[in-house]
């Protein structure tokens, strides 16, 4: 295939010499880059969502302790049949 020149001629096809549309848009507008300046907003809501995680996560963990605390200290209540038998 290379022999042939079909290599080249479907390069030529596909890729052709001439600077395509995005090239021209790109050099038309310079080089752009991200700075961290400009990322700040991302990172905040990142903090935030990692801060809100962290408050529920505690919240679950305070419920669940005192509940199991809870659990452990009060006398289960009397069913109406075990008060009837007591009487």
Known sequence: MQE????DQWLKMYFPAEKNNCEK?????GEARAALEDTTGA???LAAGVGAAG??????????????????????????????AQL
């Open 4 to 7: 042939a020149g079909l290599i």
């Open 25 to 29: 848009l790109k050099s038309s507008l």
């Open 43 to 45: 990172y905040v809501v």
């Open 55 to 84: 408050l529920v996560l505690g919240a679950e963990l305070a419920w669940n302790t005192a509940r199991t605390l809870r659990k452990a200290f009060v006398k289960p209540k009397l069913q109406h049949t075990e008060v009837r």
